[in-house]
């Protein structure tokens, strides 16, 4: 009959890693198994497990077992081959283990094989950290145990207390927590992190699509609406220079303009010579989805909050210095003219011209001069006129450089026309 577990062979060689003690525990096993009493036939059986040729083979070759029995055949072999000592884990160390020990958030609520059985994880690391402490001989206490605790997630801290009189109470505490406490923590937590990779995955690739359409910029054609573009930002460069000219160095007398919207055309000058490209449907479609993105908002104070809204999410889109185009569109001051309506550039108003002097209200910011200008290009359409009205938001949208949102003495939040 045939033991129901095998026996490896013994050598004591360099490269044996059974040990002595193992051995002879799993040898006694077998014989028992196979009813072998006799001390010769266990000598033979235990010869015949030691490895041919190796040292432990070459040792009970050269011992003289005629007149011996197991046993002292057993005490001769152990004094031979003592066993190895197993390095030992101080208490401090196993103590460090303990609180090094770690219960992760995704693994809540799953099975896992300890000790032959399925388990919870949260469970099992109650009994590692239980195991742990026991061998520190600290279980009896209260040592470190704030400190594994606050490493837990914390579904597991919400019903685990700071402080326990001994380990034993801690991890029975975290043994008894009900699964439909970790099962809806782990639903709500994995709600959570998808929300936050879509939002995290939205904003990368927003990046990524800007970082191209920078890559592009230089090498791309001009279409109708990179054209304006381009025009606007030499105008506001322009404005920018011309504010640092210093008396040492005033501006030569005939110097040409180069700010389309100050000179006696209105605009329609240098702005658009040589004749740009047509306007493509690719265009009207990019527009119409913009202009559906950011409406414009009536004149209230309620619509004024939407706008700062519509600001704040297009500078998450775009960037402070993003270029103004059909694609990116710009969220419009509340109350102005509808885009595209023949309104002023100036101040978003329709009713007369930019150089006719006659804004009412204050300038519009760079940003929406140039979406307006875009949308004028394209649309070519005729809309009713609205009063304009500015809130101020605490300086939060200073990178518009609008002066409209900077905040005047007494101005209120309600209907009209700025003072």
């Not at 081959?81 to 958030?105: M, Q």
Request: charged share 25%; aromatic share 6%; proline share 6%.
């Amino acid at each position: 009959m045939s033991a129901p577990f095998a026996v490896h062979s013994f050598s004591r060689e360099p490269g044996d890693d059974i040990q002595p003690g193992e051995f002879l525990k799993t040898f006694r096993r077998s014989i028992m198994y196979a009813r072998i009493t006799e001390n010769s036939n266990i000598i033979e059986s235990f010869s015949d497990h030691l490895k041919y040729g190796s040292p432990a083979d070459e040792w009970l070759s050269e011992l003289d077992t005629s007149q011996l029995t197991w046993k002292q055949v057993e005490k001769a072999f152990l004094e031979r081959f003592p066993p190895v000592e197993k390095a030992k884990r101080t208490e401090t160390e196993l103590e460090r283990e303990l609180c090094e020990l770690k219960l992760k958030v995704e693994d809540l609520g799953k099975k896992e094989k300890y000790a032959g059985e399925e388990v919870y994880t949260h469970v099992i690391f109650a009994e590692k950290a239980l195991s742990l402490a026991q061998q520190a001989k600290i279980n009896e206490g209260s040592n470190s145990i704030w400190k594994v605790r606050d490493e837990l997630p914390e579904i597991i801290r919400q019903k685990v207390k700071e402080t326990y009189s001994t380990w034993t109470d801690f991890c029975a505490a975290i043994k008894g927590i009900e699964m439909a406490h970790i099962q809806d923590g782990v639903k709500k937590y994995q709600e959570e992190k998808e929300a936050r990779e879509r939002t995290e995955a939205a904003i990368a690739g927003l990046q990524c699509i800007q970082q191209q359409q920078q890559r592009r910029l230089p090498t791309a054609p001009m279409t109708p609406v990179s054209s304006v573009s381009h025009a606007m930002q030499a105008t506001t460069l322009g404005a920018q220079r011309s504010n640092q000219t210093t008396t040492s160095n005033p501006p030569q007398i005939g110097a040409t303009n180069t700010n389309p919207f100050a000179n006696s055309s209105g605009g329609q000058g240098n702005l658009f010579h040589p004749p740009p490209p047509p306007v493509t449907e690719a265009d009207r479609d990019a527009l119409n989805r913009s202009l559906a993105a950011y409406p414009i908002q009536p004149n209230n104070a309620a619509s004024i909050a939407a706008w700062h809204n519509q600001l704040r999410d297009w500078k998450v889109k775009n960037g402070e210095n993003a270029q103004i185009t059909a694609i990116t569109g710009f969220p419009l001051h509340p109350g102005g003219a509808s885009p595209g309506s023949g309104e002023c550039y100036g101040c978003g108003h329709v009713g007369h011209r930019r150089n006719e002097m006659r804004c009412m209200a204050g300038p519009i910011n760079n940003q929406e001069r140039t979406f307006r200008t875009i949308c004028g290009r394209i649309l070519r359409s005729t809309t009713t006129t609205q009063v304009n009205l500015v809130n101020d938001a605490g300086g939060e949208f200073d990178w518009l450089n609008d002066q409209s949102l900077v905040p005047a003495p007494g101005q209120g939040n309600g209907e009209g026309p700025l003072a």
